[in-house]
C-alpha cells in the first residue's frame, strides 16, 4: 500500500504562482512514477505532468512552460511549481504515484487549485 499526502493548493490571482507537494508513504519501490492530474466537476481526471524516479518527465500540452514538476527521491516527495496560472487551470488536483512495470495506480486524496480573474 502507499499513502499521499498533498499540500499546497488555495487561491490565487491569475497570473500568479502557486506550488503543490505529496509525500509518499508506506511500499515505495525504487522505480516509480509519481505526478499530478487534475479534475473539473463533470469531466475525466486529466494528466497535468508526471516524473520518474531518474527524473523523465511528461507534461500536459496545456501546461508546458508554465508548470514544472520535480521530485526528491530521499522524501519520496513529488513537486509542482505553476507559473502563470490562467482560470481555466482551476480544478482540484490530485496526486498519483504509480510502481513502473505494476498497472495500478494510487491517488491523494486531492487539493482544491482556484485562480480568480
Known amino acids: 500500500q502507499v499513502r499521499l499526502v498533498e499540500s499546497g493548493g488555495g487561491l490565487v490571482q491569475a497570473g500568479g504562482p502557486l506550488g503543490l507537494s505529496c509525500t509518499a508513504s508506506?511500499?515505495?519501490?525504487?522505480?516509480?512514477?509519481m505526478g499530478w492530474y487534475r479534475q473539473t466537476p463533470g469531466k475525466q481526471r486529466d494528466l497535468v505532468a508526471t516524473?520518474?524516479?531518474?527524473?523523465?518527465?511528461n507534461y500536459a500540452d496545456s501546461v508546458k512552460g508554465r508548470f514544472t514538476i520535480s521530485r526528491d527521491n530521499a522524501k519520496n516527495t513529488v513537486y509542482l511549481q505553476m507559473n502563470s496560472l490562467k482560470p481555466e487551470d482551476t480544478a482540484v488536483y490530485y496526486c498519483?504515484?504509480?510502481?513502473?512495470?505494476?498497472?495500478?495506480?494510487?491517488w491523494g486524496q486531492g487539493t482544491q487549485v482556484t485562480v480568480s480573474s
Open positions: 498519483n504515484y504509480r510502481h513502473i512495470g505494476v498497472d495500478y495506480n494510487y
Open positions: 508506506g511500499t515505495i519501490f525504487s522505480r516509480n512514477v
Open positions: 516524473i520518474t524516479t531518474d527524473g523523465s518527465t
